[in-house]
């Protein structure tokens, strides 16, 4: 589902194409690449742009993004018609149709382009906002399509930086296993919206953004998810990792395959079937609701910051959620 090289080269036209892709999993220090100049879209400072070609690191590229969402960046919650557009143009990217796409994404600020990952060559679609200004005043986030065959499954980031090295879960399985989109949010779970309550980026219990949006479209259309959050270790002594299949069971056979991964990678993890994990047992996400309400499969991943701060305990997590996307990726369940 390769983006047509002469779609690829016009997607400046409509909208600046937003900021783009990294590669490496533990890359962590931005982006490497030197920046080109872009057209600015709708006013703003354009966001970085790709090596010649479209090729980046993902990882350092993804970081860089990730690594500029704090506490007090900006928050707006997206209106409706908002939501529709961006979740439209996934959805339009999903079924080949590029310049349909570039439409719906340019009516909100946002573009589309594709990248191709120097570690492996795979070659994702970004969709994300179309300037850095646009980026830190609405915090929406980034969509990352894998072009390598047909979407099979997704992963979710809801709250990068506030759960600390989250979204390096979501780069290390975007990459290890084919089919996958990467929905990733684009604010601090406690970034502050102007004259809303203090919840208002906190896109894992809000139906309201763009995050629920495009993560409802894909669930729609019968992908699976897993979505991966971060707890102190205090939250839950003794466990590196709390597996729950969220608020319904159809989750429950990858739930069970991910804790047995888990446990031959000699992670301790907390089952929420098995026994009472606490507040990390992700029965409330709003995501989670509306894959049980279409019977979709929705597995949520609690990591404790002992795995998440050891590189190599991170990436044994990784591996042990590849059991699950690559068992998906097939289409099996």
Known sequence: MRLKPEIARTMTASALLGAVASAALFGLTGCSSAPKTARPHQGGRPVESAEPGGSVDLGQWITGFTDRITQSGGYRIPGASDRRAIADGVRLVLDGKQPEAERSLATVGYTLRTLVDRDGGMEV?????????????????????????????????????????????????????????????????????????????????????????????????????????????????????????????????????????????????????????????????????????????????????????????????VRALTEVTKRWSTGRR
């Not at 709003?286 to 499969?297: I, L, N, R, S, T």
């Open 125 to 317: 679609a970004e969709i994300a906002d179309a300037t850095k200004d646009g980026e830190a005043r609405r915090g929406w986030g980034r969509i990352y399509v894998d072009l390598r065959g047909p979407a099979r499954w997704s992963v979710q980031v809801p709250h990068p930086t506030a759960d600390q090295r989250t979204e390096q879960l979501g780069i290390g399985l975007l990459r290890s296993s084919p089919g996958g989109v990467l929905v990733l949010a684009g604010a601090h779970r406690n970034a502050a919206a102007d004259g809303e309550e203090g919840d208002a980026a906190d896109v894992a219990h809000r139906s309201d953004s763009v995050f629920a949006a495009v993560s409802d479209t894909l669930a729609d259309r019968r992908l699976p998810a897993v979505q991966v959050h971060g707890f102190a270790d205090s939250s839950s002594p003794g466990h590196d990792v709390v597996v729950s299949p969220g608020k319904g069971d159809a989750g429950l056979p990858a739930a069970r395959r991910l804790s047995n991964a888990l446990r031959k990678l000699h992670l301790r993890s907390c089952e929420v079937w098995q026994r009472d994990c606490g507040r990390l047992e992700g029965r409330t996400n709003v995501e989670g609701d509306h894959a049980d309400a279409v019977d979709v499969p929705f597995v949520h991943v609690e990591h404790s910051r002992r795995v998440r701060d050891d590189d190599r305990l991170l990436a044994q997590a």
